[in-house]
């Protein structure tokens, strides 16, 4: 990843490549007839959470993948954010296989994943300073503060995660994705525990930093209004085991999109009770036969508007 200049100017403004080079062909993220296999619970035979899928998210681009817990949705992310890896098949970023976990792809977990002993601010400056080591003192702090202020967090840089609401600490932790200036951005379930007033808020604040910083996205929820709300297209995941990508949906209504705008939209609601008819032919509760647990998500979700429960 090309190390960029530090913002000196502009405070307001987020830069895509402020080192000026054409980042057009950077951030794809290719899925190429991927399986991840684990061994069985019984410790007789495998499990084979998802087989033969397959995703091309191209540069810039806001996919969501939804279906029902145990279908495989975060494993796929975690290999994508190279935690765990593919058993078979490719899973690449421009086109290089991903080894492990880097600075190019981001998460952005349910559970805010922030570091306790750690202030909101050194929350995100232990990663600006990862990801620009070369950067003086002075510009790795401006930077913090910059991204800060951008999620609306510019007074609170001193308080450590345990006094924060749960809108604020995920707030941190787009914070902290963001100030990094990743090729990609994997969200897993990230408004799964807030409240639905601030979700909304939170939602919009990351629209409207990832149409500026031009990452691609790719997010894991369980919420049909989010993923109508959020994406370009949307995967739809059958039940696990070896579950697969059914089908995916272009997401053809224009930006920028309001809440109060969807509802009114005939699109809108012919594209929600499209998935959620999905959702509903697929809602079969595992039996005692099913060996899924392995496969299961690596966060529990929560009762949130258009979350159909497995």
Not at 196 to 218: H, N, P, Y
Not at 284 to 295: E, I, K, N, S
Request: aromatic letters at 6%; glycine letters at 8%.
């Amino acid at each position: 990843m090309q190390l960029k200049t530090p913002p000196e100017e502009k405070a307001n403004e987020v830069r895509v490549n402020d080192s000026g080079s054409d980042q057009s062909s950077q951030g794809q993220l290719s899925v190429r007839s991927a399986s991840k296999v684990f061994p069985s619970l019984t410790g007789e035979g495998e499990v084979c959470v998802f087989e033969d899928v397959s995703i091309e998210i191209a540069n810039g681009e806001f996919v969501s993948i939804i279906g029902h817990s145990g279908c495989g949705k975060s494993t796929l992310l975690n290999i994508l954010a190279g935690f765990d890896s593919a058993t078979t098949g490719e899973v690449l970023v421009d086109n290089k296989p991903i080894k492990g976990p880097g600075l190019d792809r981001m998460v952005v977990f349910q559970s805010f994943a922030l570091m306790p002993w750690l202030s909101a601010f050194e929350n995100v400056r232990v990663a600006v300073q990862s990801a620009f080591p070369s950067w003086s003192k002075a510009n790795v702090i401006a930077h913090t503060n910059r991204y800060l202020q951008l999620m609306g967090l510019g007074d609170i840089g001193k308080k450590m995660p345990a006094h924060l609401s749960g809108g604020m600490r995920q707030r941190v932790g787009l914070a902290r994705a963001f100030a990094v200036q990743p090729k990609a951005l994997m969200l897993d379930e990230p408004f799964a525990q807030i409240d639905a007033l601030t979700r909304g808020s939170i939602q919009d604040e990351l629209v409207r930093m990832w149409d500026k910083a031009g990452a691609t996205v790719c997010m894991v929820t369980h919420d049909v209004d989010e993923a109508i709300l959020l994406s370009d297209r949307i995967a739809l995941m059958t039940n696990g085991p070896n579950a697969r990508i059914a089908e995916i949906i272009d997401v053809d209504i224009p930006r920028p999109r309001t809440r109060e705008l969807l509802i009114e939209s005939d699109d809108y609601m012919k594209l929600r009770a499209r998935i959620l008819r999905f959702l509903i032919d697929h809602n079969r509760r595992p039996t005692a036969l099913d060996d899924t647990a392995h496969a299961m998500e690596a966060y529990p979700t929560s009762a949130i508007q258009g979350h159909v429960d497995s």
